[in-house]
């Protein structure tokens, strides 16, 4: 059985992932975090995700962790290899995207804006992709934006979506050889509150 990690996968559009991969006979780490990030509104939702995964007896772990700090991600990884003994794929979700002009967006915010959505897929992809190399192959899925080609008011997430379509391009061809495919998806409207 593969198993799936998914970065962001404890609301929103990654929940969904996480439950629907599980549900398909998936082997799934989704992890987040609890409390409420900026312009997001995720929070408290992993217990009530790990009961759900309790009562359906999915395959599913449930974790909270912080996809910008590389002890989260190396508990991430150790959780999936103890639990089920391999790592096939990983599904870089997790996102934030305050509203913001450059005059508006204060630096720290900026700053955690692309630790949130371009160094936390850099540093899973990192952690992952050693064990990949090991399988002969795996998959890593970014889920992308249209604001990456630039959107009026979310300068900081435009920026780091932007940055994300080269990161995938530049993973693309750096793994291709590696049997590594690595791909983005970019969603259209999400209706999630």
């Known amino acids: 059985m593969k198993t799936v990690l998914i970065s962001g996968g404890t609301f929103g559009l990654g929940r969904e992932i996480a439950l629907g991969l599980a549900r398909s006979g998936y082997n799934v780490v989704a992890f987040g975090l609890d409390s409420k990030q900026p312009a997001s509104l995720a929070q408290n939702s992993i217990q009530a995700m790990r009961s759900e995964a309790e ?5 599913l772990q449930v974790l909270e962790a912080d996809v910008t700090r590389e002890q989260d991600i190396a508990a991430v990884v150790n959780c999936a290899l103890s639990h089920y ?4 794929a990983v ?3 997790a996102a934030i995207g305050p509203l913001g002009k450059a005059t508006d967006t204060e630096p720290s915010l900026w700053d955690r804006v692309l630790a949130v959505n371009l160094k936390g897929p850099y540093l899973l992809a990192r952690a992952v992709v050693p064990y990949l190399q090991q399988q002969n192959g795996g998959s890593i899925i970014n889920v992308g934006s249209g604001a990456g080609w630039g959107k009026a008011n979310m300068l900081a997430y435009a920026a780091s979506k932007g940055g994300l379509i080269a990161f ?10 590696d049997r590594i495919r690595v791909n983005m998806v970019i969603p259209g409207g999400v209706d999630d509150p």
Not at 55 to 59: I, R
Not at 168 to 177: T, V
């Open 168 to 177: 995938n391009a530049a993973m693309a061809l750096d793994y291709f050889a």
């Open 91 to 93: 599904v870089n979700n």
């Open 85 to 88: 003994g391999r790592i096939d």
């Open 55 to 59: 009562q359906e007896h999915l395959p």
